[in-house]
């Protein structure tokens, strides 16, 4: 649930294994998406920072007449907890235990452009704490960290076992917007194990994946994917350019005997769009397994190309949660959509509304009479909430 966040002034929205979020440009698409984003950039580095990255808690509570000052994010998850053992050839293995939850914070602008989280509360299987005012109010612990109300208690609360799923799986959620030009530049190597929002790193990823077993047949699959959606092309690796490094693709070209070799530099936005997007669906290591959430995954995309991008969208949400924002008609045109899988979103008077199919383009899906790439186009894809008024 959110509220007062951006342009969204109420929406409580349930994300499946996998969710699009369609809607017209400027609807709030991207915000909801935000929202889960400060979350993890909070957890990661801090609310002080996350705030500060997106012009301060101004930008972030909502814009209206009536100047609401407190915004709040609320999230109810499952989630297994992961628990890592190694194999003989070093490899990590996952025993999973499942838990359930929710996780809230609220955070209220101050005069003078500052903030405090008026309210923090966690919730896993039977533990909790309940932070107001960065005062530590009720918690199952014995034990517990000092609270402030500059900062998520959950970063110290993850310092005790019952709460570290939660940070895990909040602090794991990554939202890509990968970016061509910067993918084609030279990169700077890191530890290759995850992929950064605009795909900076993408060449340090795959060369982390030749070096497991499984990494070797993710990187397979992502090059599968890559050769449907990119005909001639044959394979990707990492390539080093003194203390940087880049991608070196192989394309495969008629008469030719050897495929032709291209740098990053030379090779066409769609194809290293669609390269990053693969990779972060399918590349992922140690416990950052939250969910993953794609800006406009089709952008760049030939029409028939997308078709294969959402196989690879449903063939990760098995691993991942995924959710997506896309304007494509062409990503959804497939009569295999549950409705579940498809939020509207529309902006009403200023205002984000979000949420399930009306029931006209319901059971449309659901009695598969159209597909929601054919509603789309007929711009019969509404949410069933007219207003941000909570139902
Ligand atoms: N703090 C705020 N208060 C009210 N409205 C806001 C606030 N911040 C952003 N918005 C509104 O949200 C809009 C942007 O929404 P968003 O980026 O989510 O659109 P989108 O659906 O992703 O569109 P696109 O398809 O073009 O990417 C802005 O144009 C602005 O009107
Ligand atoms: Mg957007």
Redesign the pocket.
Known sequence: MLKQF??VKHADVRLGRLTILV??????????L?ALRLVAESLNTSLDQALRNRGGVG??????QGHPTHFLIDLEFTGTDEIPGVTDDDEVVWGARPFGGRYSFEVAAVAGGGYRVSKESCRVDDAFFEVVGGALKRTSEAVMPPANDQRLYLVSAAGLPAFLPVFEGLAGITVFSPVPDIIRQPQTPDLGDFLVRDGANLASVLQRLERTESGRKTKARIEEYLRVIVPGMQGVRREALGQWETLQFSQEVAGGTAPWRFPAQSVSDGTLRALAVLTGLFASTGSLRGPIGIE?PENALHPAAAAVLMDALREASERRQVIV?S?SADLLDRDDFSPDEILA?RSVA?E?VVGALEPGGDLALRERLYTPGELLRRDQLLPVERSGDPQ
């Open positions: 951006r342009s809607g017209p440009n400027g609807s709030g698409k991207s915000n909801v935000d930008e972030v509570r909502r814009r209206s406009e924002t304007h979103v200023g984000t």
